[in-house]
């Protein structure tokens, strides 16, 4: 129906197979994009380099989202090789481990500058490189989760994080909707991923979510991914500033 041959995606936050930005990548190659993706370090590195080649990746990158310079190299990189990007996936987050686990009200400030700075405003920093390479329009999305908006045990401080994230998708797409840009954040169910890992009786929430969800199947990176790409197309150019779910219908009767 629809085709990206010829668009440009920059996707961060891939760190392996099971990675929400990895369920992204694939669709986006699949439907014709080229891409440049990004790894968090040197460890990181042997867990996505093979991933990002056997996509095709024209670009693979170190990408630290805390620091600025390697953002910079980054979009430099990709002004050098394209001159241009139509597509942004941010897929990160981040909370020190002592915050995530314990109670919001008991977070720790640095903590939660972590989480914001890490799962936020790297969003914003990712955008504000990305406006000058959009001159004819383009679309960036994050991912969110159902816990920005009800309480999700032991999801903690990470629900509020993420309530932070939407607001900015939204004020974002209001700030870029007239230059042609999209601003949307995914929103799939619960997901066995490395980031999950670290949320306490994650399994659990699987097992309940799985039986409350209506089509009674948790969402997959393959699902993310196919509707992250149909967002990507010229045929959602006038879709912007919306939480998208990807949860089977979960968030209808959660």
Known sequence: MFSLTGKRALVVGIANDHSIAYGCAKALRAQGADLAITYLN?????????????????????????????????????????????????????????????RVVDCSREGFVVAMDTSVHSFLRMIRRAEPLMPNGGTCMTVSFYGSEKVVDHYN?????????????????AELGPKGISVHALSPGPMKTRAASGIGHFDELMEQTAARTPTHQLATIDDVGAYAAFLASREAANVTGAVHPIDGGYHVVG
């Open 42 to 102: 040197a460890k990181a590195e042997p867990h996505v380099r093979p991933l990002a080649e056997a996509l095709g990746a024209e670009l693979i990158l170190p990408m630290d989202a805390s620091d600025d310079a390697q953002m910079d190299a980054v979009f430099a990189a990709i002004t050098e090789q394209w001159g241009a990007l139509d597509v942004l996936v941010h897929s990160i987050a981040y909370c020190p481990k002592e915050d995530l686990h314990g």
């Open 157 to 173: 401080i990470m629900g509020p994080v993420k309530a932070a994230l939407e607001s900015v998708t939204r004020y974002a797409a």
